[in-house]
């Protein structure tokens, strides 16, 4: 299941995590340690979850990898918060979109198309709590380290995405950047980079559920 809330600003309100009961805990660490076994590239690490979701009001706690990792076995109700990238170039009197074909070695939708860049929220271990600054930042770090552009430009919150099948809640930020810039993948989690027009993006089969809605959203939303 995938919805979308439209959204013209955001608020993150920082919370604690709600406490596990022992059993919950002890059925986590048995199918981490399962799962790590099966894939030694698994690490554990701070991420932040979504508590509540209440456009454009985010509530979020920081939590840990592994405890949304387990999800899909053990349910410990971790959705996490990510981002993703609405990148937008002006050529030849046309604008279009970054799109990157995800790896097949990513946990879900690999081989899909979607628009670039997108990845989980990450937290410093010291952080107390999440800004939009923080989520603004780390759209133009995962930019840089996966299609090699960097912005300057500051981002703008337009949507959250939910995806249920992927257990997350998207933070849809919009960015231009100049005509001429090229993208290309960087980092494992893409095999191709392209820029297309909505109308072309939309023509493409193989685009990620979570991106077939979001340019659905923005095609009825230029159309308007």
Known sequence: M????????LHLETVSAPADEPS????????WRTMCAASPRL???????????????????????????VGAAVETGVRALGISG???RRRDGRE??????RSPQTRI????????????????PTA??????????????????ETGIVATATPTPIAVVLDAVARTYDVVLRIEVPGDT????????????????????????ALSPPTRSLIDWLAATAAT
């Open 182 to 205: 090229e993208a290309a993948p960087r980092e494992w989690e893409y095999t191709q980079t392209a820029w297309k027009t909505l109308d072309e993006s939309n023509e493409l089969d």
């Open 96 to 101: 279009e979109i970054l799109l990157g074909r």
């Open 2 to 9: 995938i919805r979308l809330w439209p959204i013209t600003q």
């Open 109 to 124: 939708y690999g081989d899909l198309w979607e628009t670039a860049p997108r990845g989980g929220v990450d937290a410093s």
């Open 24 to 31: 919950l805990t002890e059925r986590v660490e048995s199918h």
């Open 86 to 88: 609405v990148v937008t």
């Open 128 to 145: 107390m709590q999440l800004t939009l600054a923080d989520v603004a930042r780390q759209l133009h770090e995962e930019l840089h380290e």
């Open 43 to 69: 690490h554990d690490g701070r991420i932040v979850r979504v508590l509540a979701c209440e456009p454009p009001t985010l509530r979020v706690a920081f939590d840990t990898y592994k405890r949304f990792a």
